[in-house]
Nanobody
Framework: QVQLVESGGGLVQAGASLRLSCAPSGRTFSANNMAWFRQAPGKEREFVAAIGWSRNTLYTDSVKGRFTISRDSTKNTVDLQMNSLKPEDTAVYYC????????????????????WGQGTQVTVSS
């Protein structure tokens, strides 16, 4: 059974940093595109960042310059380094993986990802 397990969430003050990690199990995703989404209370799930198997990246405008997505092939993990956190970053953060391999195109659309984690809560206080 394929699972994506997120970790690293927590409660921090505005301006602080957090590092989220996504650890797949059941298969490797080294040849797949992966992404982070988030969902704030009462809002729809939204795209945050994606990274391709070739390590190309895509970010939503609101996190550019603050968040960095990366992947470690040896550990089979995808991380999201979040700096200069703001209260509006408060949300449950989800890791997602595309089942297709070798794609060079990154998407910020929920429907392009087939595997999802259970999420990790990030709360930023003002």
């Amino acid at each position: 059974q394929v699972q994506l397990v997120e970790s690293g969430g927590g409660l921090v003050q505005a301006g602080a940093s957090l590092r989220l990690s996504c650890a797949p199990s059941g298969r490797t995703f080294s040849a797949n595109n992966m992404a982070w989404f988030r969902q704030a209370p009462g809002k729809e799930r939204e795209f945050v960042a994606a990274i391709g198997w070739s390590r190309n990246t895509l970010y939503t405008d609101s996190v550019k310059g603050r968040f960095t997505i990366s992947r470690d092939s040896t550990k089979n993990t995808v991380d999201l380094q979040m700096n200069s956190l703001k209260p509006e970053d408060t949300a449950v953060y989800y890791c997602a993986a595309d089942s297709k391999t070798g794609s060079y195109t990154l998407y910020g659309l929920l429907g392009k990802y087939d595997y999802w984690g259970q999420g990790t809560q990030v709360t930023v206080s003002s």
